[in-house]
């Protein structure tokens, strides 16, 4: 089954630094693209960042990256330079085709706090 | 503007009542989602639909009941057998390739009365 495992329930980084966010996954389709979401406290969820299985460079948007390891089966979220703005809780997400139908499988979340 | 439109923002249900919750999209979108999320918790799938007059249950239907008449609509009730109901749902939509993100509603708070 598909599973996405983010083992690390909260996170503090102090504002302007980097910090990576853990996300790894299991999965047997071949062919699979990998999400991440913030959702701030007013429940909102914004996506951030795409990772397609096949796609040879790490995606960036803006101050994210995504640390993408195939072979690990990872798929870590950095951001740079913190802003107060950052304390949310992220959420990695997987989306195959042949083993779950299409769906947005998503992890248990990471709350990230932001110290001034 | 295109997205999501989910209401109302708050719902309170009484003890064996069903409820509604509404969720309207003007994307284009052929597949709509129903997520649950319990606090401090991840989304967990309901149920979907990847075309009109046609879904299929997600990983906790139990409770739940979902229509798709309409390609812009896809209306969630949950039902009295559903004893624990307390949540914030989440309805989403996107177009159905695997390299496309999904298009989230501002979400419903639900609580038991």
């Known amino acids: 089954a598909q599973k996405i495992t983010q083992t690390q329930p909260g996170m503090f980084v102090q504002e302007k630094e980097a910090v990576t966010l853990d996300c790894t996954y299991d999965?047997?389709?071949?062919?699979?693209?990998l999400f991440w979401y913030k959702q701030p406290s007013s429940g909102e969820m914004i996506f951030l960042i795409y990772?397609?299985?096949?796609?040879?460079q790490n995606a960036t948007e803006g101050r994210y990256s995504l640390n993408f390891q195939k072979a690990r089966k990872s798929a870590n979220l950095v951001i740079s330079a913190s802003q107060l703005g950052d304390s949310a809780m992220y959420f990695c997400?997987?989306?195959?085709?042949?083993?779950?139908?299409?769906?947005?499988?998503f992890g248990a979340g990471t709350i990230l706090r932001v110290k001034s | 503007d295109g997205g999501i439109t989910q209401s109302p923002k708050y719902l309170f249900r009484k003890e064996g009542q069903n409820v509604t919750l509404s969720c309207e999209q003007n994307?284009?979108?052929?597949?709509m989602y129903w997520y649950r999320q319990d606090p401090g918790q991840g989304l967990r799938l309901i149920y979907y639909?990847?075309?009109?007059?046609?879904?299929q249950k997600g990983d906790i239907a139990e409770g739940y009941s979902v229509s798709r008449e309409k390609k812009e609509s896809f209306p969630l009730t949950v039902t009295s057998a559903q004893k624990n109901p307390t949540a914030f749902y989440l309805c989403?939509?996107?177009?159905?390739?695997?390299?496309?993100?999904?298009?989230f509603g501002s979400g419903t708070q639900l609580s038991v009365l």
């Open positions: 989403a939509s996107s177009i159905l390739r695997q390299n496309e993100k999904l298009f």
């Open positions: 999965t047997s389709d071949p062919s699979y693209g």
């Open positions: 990772q397609g299985s096949y796609d040879q």
């Open positions: 997400a997987m989306r195959g085709i042949m083993e779950y139908g299409n769906k947005l499988v």
């Open positions: 994307l284009n979108h052929d597949a």
């Open positions: 639909s990847q075309i009109v007059n046609d879904f």
